[in-house]
């Protein structure tokens, strides 16, 4: 709770005191000019890169694979987009490295490293039975999950 609170007031503290140094750098006109360009560029990568990593999600899913670094990428790839979309140079840099392909990597390296540190992790089963078709209903449906 403490680490939100401090991400949302001194990101935009530092963003605003960025935008203000390249605005006295390049001028006014120019930031504005760089801040939309670095928008539209986002859009696209996110497209771009979005389309990639579904792609690779439903090729896990056809061969099997649970797809939990594809997940992982999906998430990445939101978040990046997010941040590219949002004015401000450092999140834009902070985007950049979760959409780009080989930063991505180093950072679901990390991000599975510290997740395994911490122990923070679910394993879910999932159990499919011969012969019946969608979920489980309520008892006495006849869909009902077997004892045991």
Same mark, same amino acid.
């Given at each position: ?9 001194? $990101? *935009?503290?530092?963003?605003?005191? $960025? !935008? !203000?140094? $390249?605005? +006295? ?23 771009? +890169? ?5 792609? /690779?999600? +439903? ?11 594809? !997940?992982?990428?999906?998430?990445? $790839? ?23 392909? *080989? ?5 679901? /390296? ?5 997740? +395994?540190? /911490?122990? /923070? ?14 979920? *489980? ?12």
């Amino acid at each position: 709770m403490r680490l939100l609170i401090l991400l949302f007031t001194l $990101v *935009p503290i530092a963003e605003i005191y $960025v !935008i !203000i140094q $390249v605005g +006295q750098a390049i001028g006014a006109l120019w930031t504005i000019l760089l801040l939309i360009a670095d928008s539209v560029i986002g859009a696209r990568l996110l497209a771009w +890169q979005g389309r990639s990593a579904w792609g /690779r999600f +439903q090729e896990a899913l056809a061969a099997g694979r649970v797809p939990h670094r594809e !997940i992982l990428d999906g998430v990445m $790839v939101v978040a990046g987009g997010t941040l590219l979309l949002t004015p401000g140079f450092i999140t834009d840099v902070v985007g950049l490295i979760l959409l780009l392909p *080989p930063s991505r990597a180093l950072v679901r /390296r990390w991000v599975v490293r510290s997740i +395994q540190r /911490r122990g /923070r992790f679910a394993r879910v089963v999932v159990r499919t039975y011969p012969g019946r078709s969608g979920p *489980p209903g309520p008892p006495g449906s006849g869909r009902e999950l077997p004892p045991g």
